[in-house]
């Protein structure tokens, strides 16, 4: 009968000696683990740090920028009337982005519709449609849900497999009168 020393050390050696020593985080050492997860927090302090240096400053939902040739002071009369919004931020068509009317689709990909007091209705530029903003949001949660939910799935499949192969070893030993 072997001890529980010698019984570790066996199965120690059937794990390293596995054609799947490199596809099964069973077999990594503590120190490989610890390893892994310190250079996952540290990936993702970089990607922190990185999205930090690149997204803009701005958090409102809209920025009004005047930087275009073509926009007259007509349709800059949002800066200096009184105005109400007509539309929330919409995205310009193709159709509008290869004519330039409104011409403030000739240099932006959404539009707003605003009506001044004096001048009337004009279109401003936008930066963020909330609508479409929210839809990729919920796309996305979609998606990664599906994804956790096949993870999860391949987790518990993965369970089921070793929690076999380990009762067929228990059984070999029990056989095998160990």
Same mark, same amino acid.
């Given at each position: ?11 120690? =050696?059937?794990?390293?000696?596995? *054609?799947?020593?490199?596809?099964? !985080?069973? +077999?990594? &050492? ?5 390893? $892994? ?47 109400? =919004?007509?539309?929330?931020?919409? *995205?310009?068509?193709?159709?509008? !982005?290869? +004519?330039? &009317? ?5 240099? $932006? ?70």
């Amino acid at each position: 009968m072997s001890t529980p020393e010698e019984a570790e050390q066996l199965l120690g =050696e059937a794990v390293i000696s596995s *054609p799947y020593l490199f596809s099964m !985080i069973e +077999s990594c &050492s503590k120190k490989r683990m610890v390893f $892994a997860i310190v250079c996952l927090i540290g990936l993702s302090i970089l990607v922190l740090i990185v999205e930090n240096k690149l997204a803009p400053n701005d958090t409102r939902p809209h920025t009004h920028t005047t930087q275009h040739p073509n926009i007259t002071q007509r349709e800059l009369c949002w800066m200096r009337e009184e105005m109400e =919004e007509l539309e929330e931020c919409q *995205p310009c068509t193709n159709l509008e !982005i290869k +004519s330039g &009317s409104p011409a403030v689709c000739a240099s $932006a990909s959404y539009r707003q519709k605003v009506k001044c007091m004096k001048t009337g209705e004009v279109f401003r530029k936008c930066d963020r449609v909330v609508w479409l903003e929210e839809r990729h949001f919920w796309t996305f949660e979609a998606v990664m849900g599906a994804v956790g939910f096949v993870a999860g799935l391949a987790t518990m499949a993965r369970q089921k497999i070793l929690d076999h192969r380990v009762v067929q070893r228990i059984q070999r030993q029990v056989a095998a009168g160990v």
